[in-house]
């Protein structure tokens, strides 16, 4: 079975700080490990994703994740924060290979502050 | 073409009425997704195609009835909904197998209320 577990339900930082959003994951399996944002009243949109090649990810809008198997952690970071990234952000994991199912954290809502 | 494609974006329906939600993708995949997510919460999983057979039905009460026309197309059919059935219904597509890595491609959503 797989699951993650995000840390924080809500986040708040300035524009222009670091953001760093908290993902575990527990797998069985090597893990495929995903994080999507949401804005309001959207679809989820990918991020960026790791399986299994580099273990430094990096995604859309500036943002990138680093897997960690001993932390077994996959927390995504942004060097400056910007407005725009006002969001829910969503982190999620799947086994090895397409078509299984994708268990999502429980999100965390990141506020952007001038 | 990278889309799915999610009608209608709205939907205000009494309890006693049949709807159907729609969802369209033409990315070649052979895996379709039915997600309820509400306010706050993590998108719940409903119902899984593969190759436009139910592989998966996370014990979803039958007044929702999904339905896959072809590899293309994704339906939900709505009956006798209660008010908290309310919620944005989601669709997704992906891969299978060898030519995947798990990674769900979502529409925009359907907006469900029930009065």
Known sequence: ?114 | DTEVTQTPKHLVMGMTNKKSLKCEQHMGHRAMYWYKQKAKKPPELMFVYSYEKLSINESVPSRFSPECPNSSLLNLHLHALQPEDSALYLCASSHIGQGGTGELFFGEGSRLTVL
């Open chain 1, 1 to 114: 079975a797989q699951s993650v577990t995000q840390l924080g339900s809500h986040v708040s930082v300035s524009e222009g700080a670091l953001v760093l959003l908290r993902c575990n994951y527990s797998s069985s399996v090597p893990p495929y490990l995903f994080w999507y944002v949401q804005y309001p009243n959207q679809g989820l949109q990918l991020l960026l994703k790791y399986t299994s090649a580099a273990t430094l990810v990096k995604g859309i809008n500036g943002f990138e994740a680093e897997f960690k198997k001993s932390e077994t952690s996959f927390h995504l970071t942004k060097p400056s924060a910007h407005m725009s990234d006002a969001a829910e952000y969503f982190c999620a994991v799947s086994g090895a290979g397409g078509g299984n199912k994708l268990t999502f954290g429980t999100g965390t809502q990141l506020k952007v502050e001038l």
